[in-house]
């Protein structure tokens, strides 16, 4: 089939990649120049595991282009996937403008019957909305070509979009049950049988469904994670050992073991904006959302447990230490900062006086980007930030090591090195990556989340 997508970031490119890899013409679309310029010379915007080699794959089979025309875009595909930015606005609601623009984009080109599939994560009543904008610029333009529009919301998790892609879970998408819709229900089914072959995973609903399931799973995953960084916090005062809870709790299949980790916050463009989006919805229908709100209150509040922990240990003014801070991105596997732990812990540190020597695996050029907006009005703060080539160098000589993002390079450090790198002994551990024991034994003061580690 012929496949455009509008929006060529995180979800766009893995989508636009995906749907190649099963044999689909692909017509990749951004109005950012400088992305769709670098695609074109072969190379990649973002860190995603396995994408570079598929890009090139389907680059070199000619099936997938990328492009700014957005007229070309619009006549190209006969499934046009809107998966632009959905930005949280000042008051928490999704910031449809991007999506609309793409709308009105489409209905300004489009030329034969069109399925137009928001893949953006949008309030329940976008695809009404984007009906709208397309059928306005189709009247300004005289013409009645008929099109449908799709909700198919993405599950994919950044670090690892491919296989989630290439082997969902489900695929959840809702069609209206007219004509038009009908004929969409029949084009997404034959897109995605590539990838529904051994059980169904194609979840057929209706839009304002489909819309709402998207939401209603991040809700769910976030609640998870900040109930159980709640019962850290108690734990870490009580003398109980919240990964020994976790473990106990998720051998129940009721319960089941993933999200229970607990941590210094979850982070990301998609579960802090879609559970502020979620709230806002449900505020305008007067509706409170009251355990959303507490999750996202308990969130704030647990991106500040590290500096909590260190002060409490260091105190309050901070300007005779350095630290050495491990992991940056929002979780392992992807070059994202956007809502990163890391950007709330290092911002306390240095106004808190502190000097900060920060390493990742991947996301150091993102993170030097970020850090430059974020720190832009405090220029003596962003001095005293640095970044090291190697999690060995960051330590050599700090007074202390923080770990924020649970890459898998910082699991099994050489602890005897760590320990004679440090000037002290002593490690704030964000995603309790170390046995308490372990570090006892070594002799080196380890401050976990939820670990018995209160004075
Ligand atoms: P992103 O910021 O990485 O990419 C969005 C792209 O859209 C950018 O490259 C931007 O330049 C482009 N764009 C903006 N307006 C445009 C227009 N009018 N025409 C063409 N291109 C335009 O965003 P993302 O992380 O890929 O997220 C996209 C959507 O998918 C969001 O709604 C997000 O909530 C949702 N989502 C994201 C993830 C994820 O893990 N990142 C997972 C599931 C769903």
Redesign the pocket.
């Known amino acids: 089939m012929k496949i455009t997508i509008?929006?060529?970031?995180?979800?766009?490119?893995v989508t636009g990649a995906c749907l190649a890899e099963t044999g689909n013409s692909v017509l990749c679309?951004?109005?950012?120049a400088h992305?769709i310029d670098l695609l074109n010379n072969g190379g990649v915007p973002?860190y995603e595991p396995g994408l570079r080699e598929m890009l090139e794959r389907n680059r070199a089979a000619g099936r997938i282009h990328f492009s700014t025309d957005?007229a070309a875009g619009a006549a190209h595909g006969d499934i046009l996937f809107i998966?632009?930015?959905?930005p949280p606005d000042e008051d928490g609601s999704?910031d449809l403008q991007?999506v609309l623009?793409?709308a009105r984009?489409i209905g300004q080109h489009m030329n034969s019957f069109k399925v137009i599939v928001n893949?953006?994560?949008?309030p329940v009543g976008t695809a009404q909305r984007v009906q709208h904008a397309i059928a306005a610029e189709l009247a300004e333009r005289a013409l009645e070509h008929p099109f449908s529009v799709v909700s198919n919301?993405?599950?994919?998790?950044?670090g690892a979009?491919l296989d989630d892609f290439m082997r969902p879970d489900r695929i959840v998408f809702g069609c209206d049950n007219d004509q038009n819709g009908v004929r969409a229900a029949d084009m997404m089914k034959s897109l995605y049988a590539p990838f529904n072959c051994d059980h169904e995973r194609l979840l057929q609903m209706d839009v304002r469904s489909a819309e709402m399931t998207?939401y209603a799973a991040n809700a769910m995953l976030a609640t998870r994670i900040s109930l159980m960084n709640e019962l850290a916090n108690l734990a870490g005062c009580i003398g109980v050992d919240i990964d020994a809870v976790r473990a106990g709790i998720g051998a129940d299949p009721r319960i089941g073991k993933h999200f229970l980790y607990a941590g210094c916050g979850y982070g990301?463009?998609?579960f802090p904006?879609?559970v502020q989006a979620l709230i806002r919805t449900a505020s305008e229908h007067d509706q409170p959302l009251r355990i959303l709100s507490a999750v996202e209150a308990v969130n704030d509040a647990q991106k500040q447990v590290l500096e909590q922990k260190i002060v409490a240990r260091l105190g309050a003014d901070l300007s005779a230490f350095r630290f050495a801070v491990w992991g940056l991105a929002f979780k392992p596997d992807t070059d994202?900062m956007r809502e990163a732990p890391s950007r709330v812990l290092i911002a306390a540190l240095l106004a808190r006086g502190a000097k900060v020597t920060a390493y990742d695996p991947i996301a150091m050029d993102e993170a030097r980007r970020v850090f430059a907006l974020d720190l832009q009005a405090e220029s003596t703060a962003f001095a005293r930030l640095s970044f090291a080539a190697e999690p060995m160098q960051a330590v050599e000589g700090a007074d202390a090591l923080v770990v924020v993002t649970e890459w898998n390079a910082f699991k099994s450090p050489d602890f005897q090195l760590l320990r004679a790198q440090l000037k002290t002994p002593l490690i704030f551990d964000g995603r309790n990556l170390y046995e308490p024991a372990a570090m006892n034994a070594l002799e080196i003061e380890y401050h976990a989340i939820g670990r018995t580690d209160e004075p």
């Open positions: 509008i929006g060529t970031g995180y979800v766009g490119l679309i951004d109005v950012a992305k973002i957005l998966a632009v930015g959905t999704a991007y623009a793409a984009n893949k953006s994560t949008v919301p993405e599950f994919l998790k950044e979009a998207k990301g463009s998609c904006k879609d994202d």
